[in-house]
């Protein structure tokens, strides 16, 4: 059966962590919606190597519409954490027990929406005392997953974090 995916992307995004999750999910069957601040903003990746356009503002977002969240590094989890529309987007999410994708510094988001407590998780390796203060233990491996959470580290680790997301997808 094939399910929605909400991408939260921002600029500066880390290219392959967008592109390639992104394709694996449409080429499993499954749609994905591209959710940022503004409905139609034109966002490009930090090495310039990709370019995507919003589908969706996450003010007009809601989470019934969902069935996972991925969320791509970069600087792009920087500029989506402060947005109270997408805290509470996530958090409505993990209420569920919807899978949460986060790659690299994505995951700056799960921080933001104190949901790290108690949790086991990877992050980009400058995260690490972040996601040990937001509550959560930090393993340095390509991909922890941890209940309905799935995390990896770099653009290295996106063979392991895609076969885990369509795992459960």
Same mark, same amino acid.
């Given at each position: 059966?094939?399910?929605?995916? #909400?991408? +939260?992307?921002? !600029? ?15 080429? *499993?069957?499954?749609?994905? $919606?591209?959710? =940022? ?7 490009? =990746? ?10 969706? #503002? /996450? ?5 019934? %519409?969902?069935?996972? $969240?991925? $969320?791509? =590094? ?25 899978? /949460? *994708? ?10 933001? #929406?104190? +949901?790290?407590?108690?949790?086991? /998780?990877?992050?980009?390796? *400058? ?6 203060? *937001? =509550?959560?233990?930090?393993? %340095? ?6 209940? !309905? ?12 974090? $895609? ?7």
């Amino acid at each position: 059966m094939s399910k929605v995916v #909400a991408f +939260l992307l921002a !600029n500066q995004f880390e290219d392959s962590e967008m592109k390639e999750p992104y394709d694996a999910v449409i080429k *499993a069957g499954h749609k994905a $919606i591209i959710i =940022g601040l503004k409905k139609g903003e034109i966002l490009k =990746g930090k090495k310039g190597q990709s370019t995507y356009t919003t589908d969706q #503002a /996450i003010a007009d977002s809601k989470i019934v %519409d969902y069935d996972a $969240i991925v $969320i791509p =590094g970069g600087s792009s989890p920087e500029a989506l954490r402060l947005n109270s529309n997408i805290l509470e987007f996530v958090k409505e999410a993990n209420d569920k027990k919807l899978p /949460i *994708a986060a790659i690299c510094h994505g995951p700056q988001i799960l921080i933001s #929406a104190a +949901l790290l407590n108690g949790r086991t /998780i990877t992050s980009y390796q *400058a995260l690490q005392d972040d996601v040990v203060n *937001a =509550g959560a233990k930090f393993k %340095d491996e390509e991909v922890v997953v941890d209940g !309905n959470f799935i995390t990896s580290r770099t653009p290295e680790d996106e063979p392991a974090f $895609i076969r885990e997301l369509l795992k459960v997808l």
